[in-house]
């Protein structure tokens, strides 16, 4: 149900099975880190019903300070995660969860201020309640996946633009 070969672009239908996939992740790091998890949100396009997506869950994680992810990196790569410096920044610091062939899960973490987080949760929540930009969203999706089959990079570029006009439109967008 959900995991894909890290690098490549293949886009499923929207699945049910993904927010239990969400939930059922969600409740492990809550236990594993519920001394600095503030806030755990299930965003990106497998949390936008009627979207296609990659069948990889993206998490994201609210901590008070990205200094305290010093203190859980061994917690969460004993639970399978690894860190990938190539998607961290000052504003985030990223994990993955699954083997190279089979991706399930990225974790994002970040602060609640940050921008990282109002953007994400202002993007997601503005394709679930406009559905014409829903239908133009997947198009464009659909045009880079068969285009950029195997280049994540231009596959994520190339979305860049219309990300950046939805978020001039969404309430709560940094």
């Known amino acids: ?3 894909l070969k890290r690098g490549t672009v ?4 929207h699945n049910k099975g993904w927010a239990a996939a969400f939930e059922e992740e969600k409740a492990n790091l809550e236990q594993l880190l519920s001394d600095v998890a503030l806030d755990i949100q299930h965003f990106g396009s497998t949390s936008i019903p009627d979207l296609s997506a990659k069948a990889i869950i993206d998490v994201l994680m609210a901590i008070r300070s990205l200094r305290d992810v010093g203190k859980m990196r061994n917690i969460l790569e004993s639970a399978g995660y690894e860190c990938r410096e190539n998607g961290s920044d000052d504003m985030q610091v990223l994990f993955a969860k699954g083997p190279e062939v089979k991706r399930t899960h990225y974790l994002h973490i970040t602060t609640q201020d940050s921008s990282v987080w109002k953007n994400a949760l202002a993007f997601r929540d503005f394709l ?4 014409n930009e829903l239908r133009r969203y997947e198009e464009i999706k659909q045009k880079l996946a068969e285009r950029y089959p195997d280049n994540r990079m231009m596959y994520t570029a190339g979305k860049r633009d219309y990300v950046q006009e939805v978020l001039s ?3 709560g967008a940094n």
Do not use: F, S, V, Y
């Open 1 to 3: 149900m959900i995991g």
């Open 10 to 13: 293949a886009l499923e239908k």
């Open 128 to 131: 679930r309640t406009h559905p």
């Open 169 to 171: 439109k969404a309430p």
